[in-house]
C-alpha cells in the first residue's frame, strides 16, 4: 500500500465513529383490532366531530364509566358504541366478546372489499345515515298532530348506528351469509349512501316524513 492510500486518523474516527444523533423511534399508535389506525380519518361533516369519538384506545371497553352520565357517550369510542349497540339485540344481549368478535370480523370484511380503513368506512357510513329531521307529537285538546323538529347532533349518531345495527340483524342470513357479513354490507352501502342500506332508507323516510309535517 503506497503512502497515499493509508487513510489518516482523522479519516478513521470519522468512519467510526457513532453518529452524534441517534435515529428517532416511531411513535407507538394503538390500533383497532391490532390492525386499523386511527390517524387520517375524516368527519367530512365539522358538526359531528365532537360526537364521533376517534381516540385510540388499547382495550374497547369503558367499562360503564360514562353510563348514567349526560352526554356520556360522546366519550365512549365510536367503535365501542357500534358493539354496545350490537348488545342491545336479542341474541347478543350481555355478551360483549361475542359481540366484539362480530364487528372484529366486520371491519375485516369491510377491508377485504373496500381496500380502505374500516374505520372511516364506517365513519362516512354514520354521516351517510344520520337523519337531520324528525317528527314529534303535539297535544292540542283531544288531537295529535305531527310536527318536524331538527335532530341534535347527538341523537343523530345515535339513530345511526342503531338503524345500522338493526338493519344487519334483520337481513336474511345461510350459511354464506353471517351476521359479520351483514354487519360489513349494511355498513359499506351505508358509507355509499346506497338506497339499499337500512339505514339510509330508514333516514330518507323519517326525513321525508318530517318535510310533510313541516
Excluded at 500500500?1 to 474516527?13: L, R
Excluded at 336479542?90 to 370480523?105: E, L, P, Q, W
Aim: hydrophobic share 35%.
Amino acid at each position: 500500500m503506497t503512502e497515499k492510500e493509508v487513510p489518516t486518523a482523522m479519516e478513521t474516527s470519522e468512519k467510526t465513529a457513532p453518529p452524534n444523533e441517534a435515529p428517532e423511534k416511531e411513535a407507538f399508535q394503538f390500533l383497532l383490532f391490532g390492525k386499523y389506525s386511527y390517524q387520517g380519518i375524516i368527519v367530512r361533516e365539522e358538526g359531528m366531530k365532537p360526537y364521533i369519538n376517534l381516540q385510540p384506545k388499547f382495550v374497547i371497553d369503558s367499562s360503564g364509566v360514562y353510563s348514567n352520565k349526560p352526554f356520556g357517550k360522546v366519550n365512549v369510542s365510536i367503535v365501542e358504541r357500534l358493539i354496545n349497540t350490537m348488545m342491545k339485540s336479542r341474541k347478543y344481549t350481555g355478551k360483549k366478546m361475542k359481540a366484539y368478535k362480530v364487528v372484529r370480523d366486520a371491519f375485516d370484511i369491510i377491508y377485504e372489499r373496500t381496500k380502505t380503513n374500516p374505520i372511516q368506512v364506517f365513519v362516512d357510513a354514520i354521516i351517510n345515515s344520520s337523519p337531520k329531521e324528525e317528527i314529534t307529537r303535539l297535544q292540542y285538546g283531544g288531537v295529535s298532530v305531527p310536527k318536524a323538529v331538527d335532530s341534535s347532533v347527538y341523537r343523530r349518531v345515535s339513530v345511526s348506528i342503531r338503524n345500522i345495527v338493526k338493519g344487519a340483524i334483520e337481513a336474511p342470513k345461510n350459511k354464506n351469509n353471517s351476521i359479520a357479513h351483514a354487519l360489513a354490507n349494511e355498513i359499506i352501502l351505508a358509507s355509499k349512501g346506497d338506497p339499499n342500506s337500512f339505514a339510509v332508507a330508514k333516514k330518507s323516510e323519517v326525513e321525508r316524513i318530517a318535510s310533510s309535517a313541516r
